[in-house]
């Protein structure tokens, strides 16, 4: 629900829901994917005053930043804080907030020095399913995957070659909330693929620019897999 704490480990074993991270290159984007459904926004390398800006717009929904805000002077215990419920991508940052950290990969997350439930670490959805049988929460770029499968010919991070469409443009990594790979149909045809599988196997977040569309995709998943709770109890009489 929004509001609550951050957990992604725990959020998938409770409900089922994989949690869906927003890109967010702009504060209108960050307040967009809000609206369409996002659990977490990810603002980023966003400036201290936008990301603050943004938290009291929307102070129930927790947010994911490059650095986390307890250093900024902004403010002591107000709403520019980032806290238990947010994801940072910086280790002193997480212990300094008791945020959770969003590690780059397991050795990262093996050294961090937090408790497993505060981790996430971002792999390839090759990577996925022996991340998750090891117990890692994982989380799944994919907008990236879906740009380096279109770019390389891979398979979401796997070295077999097959056809491929044209090379995605964009940043190789989530670093300001831009997205690795195209806006076409084809290409957010990808993500969506990329989306459902990694939502199948078990990740515990996905992150995306396409907020409307890949939360639909997870849903669908979900409901498919059997754990998504019904929208409603509808009680029909012979």
Do not use: K, Y
């Not at 998750?132 to 010919?153: K, T």
């Amino acid at each position: 629900m929004p509001g609550d704490v951050v957990r992604p480990d725990l959020a998938r074993q409770r409900s089922g829901r994989t949690l869906l991270i927003a890109a967010a290159a702009d504060l209108a984007a960050a307040s967009a994917a809000v609206t369409a459904g996002a659990d977490v926004v990810d603002l980023g390398a966003m400036p201290p005053a936008r990301v603050a800006r943004f938290r009291r717009g929307h102070p129930e929904v927790p947010i994911c930043t490059d650095t986390g805000l307890t250093d900024t002077g902004l403010t002591d215990t107000g709403p520019g804080d980032t806290g238990p419920g947010d994801i940072v991508r910086d280790r002193r940052a997480a212990l300094a907030a008791g945020a959770s950290l969003l590690c780059p990969g397991r050795d990262v997350a093996s050294s961090a020095g937090l408790p497993p439930e505060r981790l996430l670490v971002q792999a390839s959805v090759a990577d996925l399913p022996e991340l998750v049988a090891a117990g890692w929460a994982v989380l799944v770029d994919a907008d990236q995957a879906a740009g380096a499968c279109a770019e390389s010919g891979t398979n979401a991070g796997s070295r077999r070659r097959h056809a491929a469409g044209p090379p995605a443009t964009g940043t190789a990594g989530p670093v300001d909330g831009s997205t690795a790979a195209g806006t076409g149909t084809a290409a957010i045809a990808d993500i969506l693929a990329v989306a459902a599988v990694s939502g199948w196997l078990g990740a515990a977040a996905v992150r995306t620019s396409h907020v409307a569309a890949v939360r639909r995709a997870l849903d669908m998943t979900a409901s498919i897999a059997g754990v998504r709770p019904p929208a409603a109890a509808v009680r029909g009489l012979a």
